[in-house]
C-alpha cells in the first residue's frame, strides 16, 4: 500500500512527472521539424571506392530533395570499422548517417569489430546492389575460358596466380571458393586494394584477379585483359556477353555487394520512415539508376528499413561460410 506523499515531495512530484512525459512530446516535435541542419553521412572507407561513390552520389542528389546539406565525411581504417564505430556513437537524431556495405558483413570473422553492425543501427535503407566481382586474365595469356584456365591450373598447380586485396576480403574468398570447388591451387597474391591487384593483371606479376566491375571492365575495354566470368547471379546488363559462374558450372558463387544507409540505434522512427522516402526518391529516379548502371550497379526495387536488415543476416551467415574457406584462423561467430 502506497502511503500518501507529504510535505515538499507534494511540489515536487508533479514537477518529475511533468519532465519524464514532457520528454515524449519534445521528441516528437523534433522528429516533426526534421532536418533542420546539415546532415553528416559517414563513409568508412577513401574517396573514390565503391562505398564512397554511390553515397557521394546520393547525398548530392539527396540535399535537393530535404533542404538541408548532406556532408560526406570519409574515415577509413580498419577495414570500415573506423567509420562504423564513430557512427555509432553519434547522438541518435537523423543528422549523422552510416554508409555501411558488404564489409560489415564480412569484418566480424576476421577481426575485432566494437559494434554489432545490425542491432546497433536502425536500418534506412539500399543505396546500390554490386557491382560484381568478374573473373579477369592478362589478354596475353591463351586461355579463351575458365575451363581452359582451370585446366592448366590443375595440371601446373604452381604456375597460375591471382592478385587479391588481402586476406578479408571478396577477391580473395571469391578465389578460396573457386579453388575448392575447381581443385586448383591458383596462388593469391596480396596487394594495397583490389584496383591496385587488377592494374597489375597486365603485366607480368600475376596471370589474373577477382576485380569489381568498374575496375575490370575499362581494362578490358583496352584488350589489356580477358573477363572470363562474373561472379553474380545474373549476367551484367552493360556486359551481356559475360557469362556467370553458375552458368559455367560453379553455383552459389556470388560476389555482388551492397551499400546501405543506416542510423544509430535509437533513432526515431518517424525520421527513420522520412529518410527512407527521401532515400527511395532518389535512388529510384531514372537519373541515379543510369549513373550506377554505368558502375554495374543495381537498386532494388523493395527497398525498405527490414529488407537491408534481412539482407545483413543473410549475408553475415553466408560470409561465414566462405571465409572458412579461406583456411585463416577465423574470429569467434558473431551471436
Known amino acids: 500500500m502506497i502511503k500518501s506523499v507529504a510535505g515538499p515531495w507534494r511540489l515536487v512530484l508533479p514537477l518529475i512527472g511533468a519532465l519524464l512525459f514532457g520528454a515524449l512530446p519534445l521528441a516528437a516535435a523534433s522528429a ?5 541542419r546539415p546532415i553528416t553521412m559517414i563513409v568508412p572507407f577513401a574517396a573514390g571506392g565503391l562505398t564512397d561513390v554511390p553515397a557521394r552520389i546520393l547525398a548530392a542528389m539527396l540535399q535537393d530533395r530535404i533542404g538541408q546539406s548532406v556532408i560526406v565525411e570519409n574515415k577509413p581504417g580498419g577495414s570500415g570499422t573506423l567509420g562504423g564505430a564513430y557512427a555509432v556513437r553519434a547522438a541518435p537524431d537523423g543528422y549523422t548517417l552510416f554508409a555501411n556495405s558488404i564489409a560489415d558483413t564480412q569484418n566480424l570473422y576476421f ?6 553492425a545490425i542491432d546497433d543501427f536502425e536500418m534506412i535503407g539500399t543505396i546500390v ?4 566481382l568478374v573473373l579477369i586474365i592478362n589478354a596475353a595469356l591463351p586461355y579463351k575460358s575458365l575451363d581452359e584456365l582451370l585446366a592448366d591450373a590443375r595440371a601446373n598447380p604452381t604456375k597460375i596466380s591471382f592478385g587479391t586485396s588481402g586476406p578479408a576480403t571478396s577477391p580473395s574468398m571469391a578465389l578460396a571458393q573457386l579453388n575448392s570447388l575447381a581443385k586448383t591451387e591458383i596462388a593469391g597474391v596480396p596487394f594495397n586494394g583490389s584496383g591496385e591487384a587488377a592494374r597489375n593483371v597486365p603485366g607480368n606479376s600475376i596471370q589474373g584477379a577477382f576485380a569489381f566491375y568498374a575496375q575490370a571492365k575499362p581494362l578490358a575495354d583496352d584488350g589489356k585483359v580477358r573477363a572470363l566470368a562474373v561472379a553474380s547471379k545474373e549476367h551484367i546488363a552493360t556486359w551481356p556477353e559475360v557469362p556467370t559462374m553458375a552458368e559455367l558450372g560453379f553455383p552459389n558463387f556470388d560476389y555482388s555487394g551492397f551499400v546501405g544507409l543506416a542510423a544509430p540505434a535509437k533513432t526515431p522512427a518517424p525520421i527513420i520512415a522520412y529518410l527512407n522516402k527521401a532515400l527511395n526518391d532518389v535512388v529510384q529516379s531514372q537519373q ?5 548502371a554505368a558502375l554495374g550497379m543495381t537498386v532494388p526495387a523493395d527497398n525498405t528499413p527490414q529488407r537491408l ?14 571465409a572458412a574457406l579461406t583456411g585463416i584462423k577465423l574470429a569467434a561467430p558473431p551471436h
Do not use: H, S
Not at 516533426?32 to 533542420?36: G, H, R
Not at 546492389?129 to 560484381?132: D, I, L, S
Not at 541515379?288 to 550506377?292: N, Q
Open 32 to 36: 516533426q521539424d526534421y532536418p533542420n
Open 288 to 292: 541515379f539508376r543510369d549513373r550506377m
Open 309 to 322: 536488415a534481412d539482407l545483413m543476416r543473410r549475408e553475415t551467415v553466408r560470409q561465414g561460410e566462405l
Open 111 to 116: 577481426i575485432p569489430v566494437p559494434y554489432k
Open 129 to 132: 546492389e554490386g557491382p560484381p
